[in-house]
């Protein structure tokens, strides 16, 4: 398996899919619907909707009802970086190389923008009833974890206990619980999706939260590491940003050395869950192990 090529295939598929669902830049609206395509297309690897796709084909699910939920998870996560790179947050101007969305159309525009993804990704996802009317209960729970893990009890609730510890020292159990949540949240919400939407029962659901959760968790003690380890031109954004913000980071706590153990540990646990279901899972495993050993 070329994993690169059969990767870059991938992202071509989920942009090719952004682009069908994604606002048509038209109307009087028309300036934040151009903030919104800036957001969402202005690169970016598409991890969380490939995760879903892949977990969707894994549990043998071929069908488009995926696709508005591939797309609304882009919003989403497009929503939280314009946010997240906001005067009042992280103060971010650059992101993957390029202005980032308040930088570029204005504060204003910055967080309507934000506002209009979030919203937008709703209204999308819920288009899936139209495509399979047959897979309502499915799609029904399906919208049930994206908003959960979206939300209060997922992202947002993260994002939270990340502002208010910010310059204090916190236990070590609160910042899992920020980085469980901050970043992992969504990679749940898109495996889990993928199962359910292709009829995964209750079981290997639960099987693929505690996978993705793995994952999620591995995959921001390596984004602690690389804001210290990378530049601003391999990360497309400001090295050093954590630092800079008073973030409480894995680094900071138990240092390189040790955070890049916790990363290899958790990794090898999830990979080790995801070989244990009888499903052709190749990718998949390939695709999670590139996401955790990445250098930007």
């Not at 390029?98 to 309507?112: D, R």
Request: with cysteine.
């Amino acid at each position: 398996m070329d994993f690169n090529k059969e990767l870059s295939e991938r992202v071509g598929y989920v942009n090719d899919i952004l682009l069908k669902y994604l606002p048509p830049a038209e109307g009087p609206q028309k300036t934040v619907i151009d903030a919104m395509h800036y957001s969402v297309m202005s690169g970016g690897k598409r991890i969380r909707a490939i995760l879903m796709s892949e977990t969707y084909k894994m549990f043998g699910g071929k069908d488009e009802v995926i696709e508005p939920f591939i797309a609304a998870m882009e919003m989403i996560q497009a929503y939280s970086l314009v946010h997240d790179d906001l005067p009042a947050l992280d103060n971010d101007e650059y992101r993957r190389g390029i202005k980032s969305t308040h930088a570029m159309f204005g504060e204003a525009i910055g967080i309507l923008a934000g506002d209009a993804l979030l919203n937008y990704a709703f209204e999308t996802a819920f288009k899936a009833f139209s495509i399979k009317p047959s897979a309502s209960k499915q799609i029904a729970g399906a919208l049930g974890i994206f908003g959960r893990k979206a939300g209060l009890y997922g992202m947002i609730g993260g994002q939270v206990v990340d502002v208010e510890t910010e310059n204090k020292t916190i236990p070590l159990e609160t910042l899992d619980f920020i980085h469980h949540k901050k970043c992992g949240a969504l990679i749940e919400a898109s495996m889990m999706i993928g199962a359910v939407l292709a009829g995964a029962d209750k079981e290997e659901v639960t099987v693929i939260e505690a996978i993705a959760a793995d994952v999620g968790f591995a995959f921001q003690i390596r984004d602690d590491i690389l804001d210290v380890t990378g530049t601003t031109e391999t990360l497309g954004k400001p090295a050093g940003s954590d630092d800079k913000n008073g973030k409480n980071t894995y680094v900071k706590y138990l240092g390189i050395k040790k955070a890049e153990e916790e990363v290899d540990s958790v990794s090898n646990r999830a990979l080790l869950k995801l070989m244990s279901l009888p499903y052709d899972s190749v990718f998949l495993g390939e695709l999670i192990k590139s996401m955790i050993n990445r250098v930007k």
